[in-house]
């Protein structure tokens, strides 16, 4: 089955809890066996949501019948009423084989209209005995239900053609590799010369996003997997470009090291030059399954980088747990540093622990030349912001505070 047509039938666990609801509560209230909503598709009936106990072998969730075997096409009609309290009073709903196959007794049906004016199906009650207590107050109060699994049903199909919307955006920006890599020098304070470059996504494709909706938009449709590898793959493109001992750092998200395509994809990649960036926000549950995907590769030369150290809690998890040979300090601690003995004194303590595990430290967005100096008295010794290089779509070859000097 198709992507979209798939996604079509993929209601919230909550939209559906309020429609099955909305069935039992008017079957209760009107004393009959079977409630249900239905979808018109493509000239048959399908039965969407079923409130039937005890009788899924009449009818159940899936099944499905031609229009004109049921009811329905009749009641839109105006060949047969909305309410009937006794089939057998009518020949056009007596006469149809579904009304013994089913058992059809007493029937109530009212059609579910969307906002565009068009049917989309049915919401029905019937039982297996006539009922001559039925009247225009039940069919009413029914249709309060109808209403409201009519509100359901629409909101699920916006959000349905948004996601339809998403992901084919997405295709064409994988199938047109309507993206770029800008690369950020990742500066030796020491030499002041770029060590290596982070790998930055940036999206050409219409309408404009940050990098960051475009990566969340991907995941929400399943194809951040997708999106990642091929953005790495551009990105370590033009490593050979670099000096042998500098180095192309990308981000990757959990999800992604968890497929079954990441392993495949950089085994292929030359490990030894590449640092791999797992953001402070992302979430790992289990530590232990990580480190085995990722031991292999680190053996044969793959670096790796815990960012946003200092943002939270986790980064301090990540670094424990999965011992990087990289941590980067985050721009809010690097930020003012040179006035702030706090700031100081965490990069002091990272810096403490970096050393007892032969880590090295990566401060952040380093903006003014009293940050790069205070950094530098502290111990740090690789760093990356705008006041050594912005990011760029051709590889710096010297950075901006030797341009500067």
Same mark, same amino acid.
Not at 165 to 191: C, H, N, W
């Given at each position: 089955m198709e992507f979209a047509t798939t996604m079509l039938h993929q209601q919230s666990a909550s939209s559906r809890q309020t429609i099955m609801s909305s069935l039992s509560a008017i079957r209760k209230h009107l004393g009959m066996s079977v409630a249900y909503v239905s979808e018109f598709v493509n000239g048959?009936?399908? =039965?969407?949501?079923?409130?039937?106990?005890?009788?899924?072998?009449?009818?159940?969730?899936?099944?499905?019948?031609?229009a004109d075997e049921l009811y329905c096409l009749n009641i839109l009609d105006g060949k047969l009423p909305e309410l009937i309290p006794n089939t057998e009073l009518f020949q056009a709903a007596s006469s149809m084989p579904i009304t013994q196959t089913l058992r059809i007794g007493s029937h109530l049906s009212?059609?579910?209209?969307?906002?565009?004016?068009?049917?989309?199906?049915? =919401?029905?009650? =019937?039982?297996?005995?006539?009922n001559h207590s039925l009247n225009h107050r039940d069919l009413e109060t029914m249709r309060l239900f109808v209403n409201l699994a009519a509100q359901q049903i629409q909101s699920d199909m916006e959000q349905t053609l948004q996601m339809r919307?998403?992901?084919?955006?997405?295709?064409?920006?994988?199938?047109?590799?309507? =993206?770029?890599?800008?690369?950020?020098?990742?500066?030796?304070?020491?030499?002041?010369h770029p060590s290596g470059y982070e790998a930055l996504c940036r999206f050409s494709a219409e309408p404009y996003r940050t990098p960051d909706v475009w990566f969340n938009e991907a995941a929400e449709v399943g194809l951040s997997v997708e999106l990642e590898l091929a953005a790495i793959r551009e990105a370590v493109g033009i490593i050979d470009t670099l000096d042998p001992e500098q180095y192309i750092s990308v981000n990757v998200s959990p999800a992604t090291m968890l497929s079954a395509h990441f392993v495949d994809t950089f085994s292929r990649l030359p490990l030894s030059r590449i640092v791999l960036e797992l953001t402070e926000h992302a979430v790992i549950d289990d530590y232990e399954q990580f480190t085995k995907i990722l031991s292999p590769l680190r053996r044969r030369g793959l670096r790796l980088a815990v960012d946003d150290a200092g943002a939270g809690h986790s980064s301090l998890r990540h670094i424990v747990q999965l011992s990087p040979d990289y941590v980067k300090v985050d721009m809010s601690l690097t930020r003012n540093v040179d006035s702030d003995l706090a700031r100081r004194a965490l990069i002091g303590a990272l810096l403490f622990y970096t050393r007892e595990t032969s880590a090295q430290i990566i401060a952040e967005g380093i903006e003014?030349?009293?940050?790069?100096?205070?950094?530098?008295?502290?111990?740090?010794?690789?760093?990356?912001?705008?006041?050594?290089?912005?990011?760029?779509?051709?590889?710096?070859?010297?950075?901006n505070i030797l341009r500067a000097s």
């Open positions: 048959r009936t399908l =039965f969407r949501y079923v409130d039937a106990p005890g009788l899924s072998h009449l009818i159940k969730e899936g099944d499905m019948y031609d009212i059609p579910i209209y969307l906002n565009d004016g068009e049917p989309y199906g049915m =919401f029905c009650c =019937f039982g297996p005995n006539p919307e998403k992901r084919s955006r997405i295709m064409e920006t994988l199938e047109t590799s309507a =993206f770029a890599i800008a690369y950020q020098p990742i500066v030796d304070l020491g030499g002041m003014t030349q009293a940050e790069l100096q205070t950094l530098k008295l502290l111990g740090v010794r690789r760093g990356q912001g705008y006041l050594l290089g912005r990011p760029s779509q051709t590889i710096a070859k010297e950075i």
